[in-house]
Every structure is written in C-alpha cells, then in structure tokens.
C-alpha cells in the first residue's frame, strides 16, 4: 500500500517536472548551469587558481628584483626616498605664513601706527622669516639714511632668496641625475645581451639575451619615473619661490615707506 502511493506521487510529480524544465529557455538553462557548476566546484580547483596567482605575483617580482640587480634597486630607492624628503622640505619652507606671516605685517604696521618704532624693530628682529629678515636689516640701516637702508633689504633679500633657490636645486639635480642613471643601466644591459650573443657562438641563450634586455629597458623606466616628477616639481616650486619673492618686496617696500615719511618730518 505504501509502495503504491509512493509511485503515485512520483507520476504525479514528474508532469511537474517536466513543464518546469521545458518552461525554461536554453539560455536559462545555460545560466543555470553555469551557476551550479560555479558553487559544486571543488575547493582545491579554487585554491590552486590563487596559488597560481600567489607563484605568478612572485614570479614577476623575482624577475624584476633580478633584472634590476641589487645596485641599481639601492640607487633608485634612495633616490625616490631623497625626493620625496625634498620635495616635503621644500613645500615646508616655502609656505607663505614662512615667507611673509601675516602676523609679522600686522604687528609691524600697528607699531607703526603707534609710532612705537623700536617695538616694530625687535618685532622684525625676532622673526626668522624671510620678511622678517629683511625688515630687521632695513630698520638696522635706518639711523644712517633711507638709501642705505633700502640696500641692506636687497641684498638680504638676495640672500634670502638664493638660499631658497639652493634647497629647490637638489630637485633639480635628481631630475638632472635619474636618467643619466637610466641611460648607464640602458647601456650596461646592451652589453650584457651583445657579450652573451658574443660568446654564445650560433645559438645564444634567450633567457640570457632577455635578461640583458631586461636591464636596459626596467632601469630607464625607473629613470624616467624618478625625473619626471622631479622635474615637474622643481619648476612648480621655482614660480612659487618667484611669487613669494615678489611679494616679500612688494610689502618690505610699502612699510618701509612708512619709514621713509617718518624720516622726513
């Protein structure tokens, strides 16, 4: 009796069935094929696919690390590590509350204000900025005439401003540098591949012949990768330095003027 409403419910259920499966469209099917295949995947068809990916990341830093060589690795990562620490140095020194603070102006002009001329003096004394300097060698000059003291601002200001181009020039010397560097490897890689072509006879090594190739082309990228920002911050930092000290001159001349009127009455 059981075995009987056992076979009723499978004739029963397989009608169903089958107008499922024909109800589904063959792209349907494939979809859903796909899916099931998907998660019925063992694990360890998986796993081998990311150790494959691992041993080819690994493969391809090896390869780098030795068609580099250890030399020209150490050269080029300190000098990205020294351009990194200029170019920060650089965006430091050059900020405009270092160069010309705009406490420093107020502070100057209300002392003038209130005809408090050696407080404005000690003020600009006390200042290590670029303004600051050269107000404080100005207002040194101002007991003998107003000449002299508007030549102490210019050649502190000179001063001031080679010591900011002289820290913006090591940019400049990596740029300068890197691809010399790039063209040395690029040249000592194409002797390598001609020595082994050389003394290999009629059939050289391709692996060798690559791993010479490979030097000459992975240390001029890494040239070019390191001067061209080089370069490209160098000039941005130059035209900031040029903006500044043109604005340090525009203000040290504008308060001394004040100083100028000062001294004729």
């Known amino acids: 009796m059981k075995q009987s409403r056992f076979l009723h419910a499978i004739n029963i259920r397989k009608p169903l069935a089958t107008s499922f499966l024909l109800a589904l469209s063959p792209a349907k099917l494939m979809v859903a094929f796909a899916v099931f295949a998907t998660l019925t995947m063992p694990a360890c068809v998986m796993a081998q696919d990311a150790a494959d990916a691992v041993e080819s990341d690994t493969n391809l830093l090896a390869w780098l690390v030795e068609a580099l060589g250890l030399g020209y690795?150490?050269?080029?990562?300190?000098?990205?590590?020294?351009?990194?620490?200029?170019?920060?140095?650089?965006?430091?020194?050059?900020?405009?509350?270092?160069?010309?603070?705009?406490?420093?102006?107020?502070?100057?002009?209300?002392?003038?204000?209130?005809?408090?001329?050696?407080?404005?003096?000690?003020?600009?004394?006390?200042?290590?900025?670029?303004?600051?300097?050269?107000?404080?060698?100005?207002?040194?000059?101002?007991?003998?005439?107003?000449?002299?003291?508007?030549?102490?601002?210019?050649?502190?200001?000179?001063?001031?401003?080679?010591?900011?181009?002289?820290?913006?020039?090591?940019?400049?010397?990596?740029?300068?540098?890197?691809?010399?560097?790039?063209?040395?490897?690029?040249?000592?890689?194409?002797?390598?591949?001609?020595?082994?072509?050389?003394?290999?006879?009629?059939t050289p090594d391709p692996s060798k012949l690559a791993g010479g190739i490979s030097t000459a082309l992975l240390t001029t990228l890494m040239g070019l990768g390191i001067a061209i920002p080089a370069i490209a911050g160098y000039n941005i930092l130059k035209n900031r330095v040029q903006r500044l000290v043109m604005e340090v001159g525009t203000t040290s001349e504008n308060l001394m003027g004040r100083f100028e009127k000062v001294g004729k009455k």
């Open 73 to 202: 690795i150490l050269v080029f990562v300190a000098l990205s590590f020294i351009l990194v620490a200029l170019f920060i140095m650089n965006i430091l020194s050059l900020r405009r509350n270092s160069v010309c603070p705009a406490e420093l102006i107020e502070g100057f002009e209300a002392h003038l204000d209130q005809k408090q001329y050696q407080e404005a003096y000690e003020l600009s004394k006390t200042d290590e900025s670029f303004l600051g300097n050269v107000l404080s060698s100005g207002l040194a000059k101002l007991s003998t005439s107003y000449e002299h003291a508007v030549g102490a601002m210019q050649e502190v200001g000179s001063e001031e401003q080679m010591k900011l181009e002289h820290q913006l020039s090591y940019l400049a010397l990596i740029g300068t540098i890197t691809p010399m560097i790039g063209l040395f490897g690029t040249v000592h890689g194409m002797i390598s591949s001609f020595f082994t072509i050389a003394t290999a006879g009629a």
